[in-house]
């Protein structure tokens, strides 16, 4: 059976109909209004020979989508993007589609909303100073998007390949920001601190952290890969908290987590679902963390929000 005139949203189109605030607030409104990640269905991880297949299925009372993503690290060498993705949306009563989208320009607005709906709860009110290390789309979209919910007006960027690091600080000044290229000391004058990179290992020392340092960490959602120490993990949990999207799925794809916990210094019971962060049901005043891996229900949020303003 074929579905005729299925619409196809492009990567022009996504973020064109929904902003980087517009997607943290659709987030922000799905977790106030009951969302629960907790109940969300688990992404399927598929290793293949060049890399991974993604599946990740989602449910609201409003809507059913799935996101087949990939991830193939040798991309960037070739040209091409290393996380790549389709997005179906779906009716929610006969499960037929409604729509296809441009995956890969979904995760690139869902991933930094989700991190500013932490940022919008954890970091200090007039946090202006931002450090992001990585250079790449979620970097962009991290200053973006961070910029919307606190009063930044300092960027300073990290990365390992200092061309694409100066190519970032130029487009983050264009929009009207100060911007460097820094290193990993930076971080000793950031009020939020941002790891967007591919790295295996910690990207600098938490010792540098200043008290109440909001630390946002994206890059990877494999268990035997970190871009945090666990000195970290372990001073947040015991000053401001360690904030994640389900206890169960950062215990099972945050290597960030994980190993702290093996290292002795976390204990999972201290994890903070980010829903919980949002109702305000947990006081985060000091240092913190959000260690985010990406779940299915993120996408669909965003993704309904970009169909129902499409439709008008």
Same mark, same amino acid.
């Given at each position: ?42 992404r399927s991880i598929i290793d293949v020979s060049n890399g991974q297949l993604l599946l990740m299925p989602a449910e609201t009372a409003a809507a059913v989508g799935v996101k087949l993503g ?37 995760? =690139?607005?869902?991933? *930094? %909303?989700?991190? &500013?709906? +932490?940022?919008?709860?954890?970091? $200090?009110?007039? /946090?202006?100073?931002? #450090? ?47 911007? =460097?290229?820094?290193? *990993? %000391?930076?971080? &000793?004058? +950031?009020?939020?601190?941002?790891? $967007?990179?591919? /790295?295996?290992?910690? #990207? ?55 190993? &702290? ?52």
């Open positions: 059976m074929t579905t005729p005139h299925l619409p196809y949203l492009d990567a022009d189109t996504i973020p064109r109909l929904v902003s980087w605030g517009d997607a943290t607030d659709a987030l922000d409104d799905a977790l106030r209004e009951g969302l629960d990640p907790a109940a969300a269905a688990d990939t991830v193939a690290p040798a991309n960037p060498e070739r040209g091409l993007p290393r996380i790549q993705a389709l997005y179906v949306l779906l009716d929610p009563v006969t499960l037929s589609p409604v729509a296809l989208m441009d995956g890969t320009a979904l995760t =690139t607005l869902r991933t *930094p %909303a989700v991190s &500013a709906v +932490a940022v919008r709860h954890l970091a $200090a009110p007039d /946090a202006r100073r931002l #450090v992001v290390l990585g250079s790449g789309p979620q970097a962009w979209g991290h200053v973006q998007t961070l910029r919307a919910v606190r009063p930044v007006d300092s960027v300073t960027v990290v990365g390992r390949d200092r061309g694409r690091a100066e190519d970032l600080v130029d487009r983050v000044r264009e929009s009207g920001l100060d911007a =460097t290229v820094g290193d *990993p %000391a930076a971080v &000793a004058e +950031a009020d939020i601190v941002v790891c $967007a990179t591919t /790295a295996g290992e910690p #990207v600098f020392d938490s010792a540098l952290l200043k008290p109440g340092t909001c630390v946002v960490a994206v890059g990877s959602h494999d268990a035997d890969r970190r871009e945090l120490d666990s000195a970290l993990l372990g001073r947040a949990a015991a000053e401001g908290g360690v904030v994640v999207e389900t206890r169960e799925v950062a215990m099972r794809e945050a290597g960030d987590v994980a190993m &702290a916990v093996e290292e002795g210094v976390l204990i999972p019971s201290q994890l903070i679902g980010i829903a919980s962060v949002v109702h305000r049901e947990t006081p985060v005043p000091g240092t913190s963390v959000f260690k985010s891996v990406g779940m299915g229900w993120q996408d669909l949020v965003v993704a309904e929000a970009v169909h129902q303003r499409w439709r008008g």
